[in-house]
């Protein structure tokens, strides 16, 4: 995976999967698949917690789940456009968030997949979130050096 | 969009050069004057003076009004902010994309009882 901070605010992160086009297009839109990996590392998503409405001003919502101590983390997004098999868009009200996601068929059953993220939203700029976070300048070194 | 969020944003706009972030990583050891920061670079002094405006306009950066060196410093709140957000977002993302690798992976091998083994 490579990620690097490409405009002004606008963060890309890049993955390429064995995988066909359409089959990875639907596993983002669809609860079925989406319970199986919306959650980072030790996080669940149940499925009857996703609600997705792909088009224009439909629903994305989801309810992730801490596996260690049950704790809640819902999102809510609002889709912009959706493009099968090749684009997807959504917005978060709450933060302002726009997260978009291409899709790209590289042949042989491989689909690189990029996600666009602008807009920086705003829970991150309170100083109690960034009283949460520890001052970590060697490791946002160690970062920088990854993006030149 | 808040002064805070412009804030943020033009630290990101900062950061996309890479320039500025050898500067900033330098910074990073310690505080440094214009000359010392001109020194790894094939670049003149007002060329290196341009970037350090732009840092210290997003607050990445201050100097002193009024030593004669003018040192530069860098104000760890403005990069924690920016770095935080960073690192927690490429953090989520790259947890995501293995857990969906792993996902397409046990579909494809068994396509037709691709729920029933989760």
């Known amino acids: 995976m490579s990620d690097s901070t490409s405009a002004a605010d606008e963060l890309v992160y890049t993955r390429v999967f064995d995988a066909p086009r359409e089959l990875v297009f639907r596993c983002m839109v669809e609860p079925e698949h989406l319970t199986h990996f ?38 809510r997004a609002v889709f912009v456009e959706i493009a099968e098999p090749e684009r997807l868009v ?17 042949g042989g059953s491989r689909t690189e997949v990029s996600i666009h993220q602008a807009n920086v939203p705003a829970p991150y700029r309170t100083p109690e979130a960034q009283a949460g976070f520890a ?14 | 969009m808040t002064v805070v969020q412009e804030q943020l944003d033009s630290t990101f706009a900062a950061l996309a050069d890479p320039t500025r972030r050898a ?15 001109a020194a ?7 060329g290196v003076s341009k970037h350090l405006k732009v840092l210290e306009r997003c607050g ?5 009004r009024h030593a004669q060196f003018r040192p530069c ?3 760890r709140a403005a990069l924690d902010s920016a770095a935080s957000w960073i690192e927690e977002s490429r953090r989520v993302w790259t947890e995501r994309f293995d ?20």
């Open chain 1, 38 to 75: 919306w959650g980072p590392a030790g996080v669940s998503t149940p499925i009857e917690t996703i609600k997705v409405d792909p088009r224009p001003g439909g629903r994305f919502e989801t309810v992730m789940v801490n596996d260690a101590d049950g704790s809640q983390y819902p999102t």
């Open chain 1, 90 to 106: 959504w917005t978060e009200p709450d933060s302002g968030l726009i997260t978009t996601s291409t899709f790209r068929d590289l």
């Open chain 1, 135 to 148: 001052t970590s300048l060697d490791r946002f070194a160690a970062y920088l050096a990854t993006l030149s």
């Open chain 2, 23 to 37: 500067i900033v990583a330098r910074l990073a050891r310690g505080d440094a004057t214009v000359n010392e920061l």
């Open chain 2, 40 to 46: 790894p670079f094939a670049m003149t002094l007002p």
């Open chain 2, 60 to 64: 990445l950066i201050s100097r002193t």
């Open chain 2, 73 to 75: 410093h860098l104000e």
């Open chain 2, 99 to 118: 857990k969906l690798d792993e996902h397409l992976r046990d579909l494809q091998a068994k396509p037709s009882q691709d729920e029933a083994t989760q």
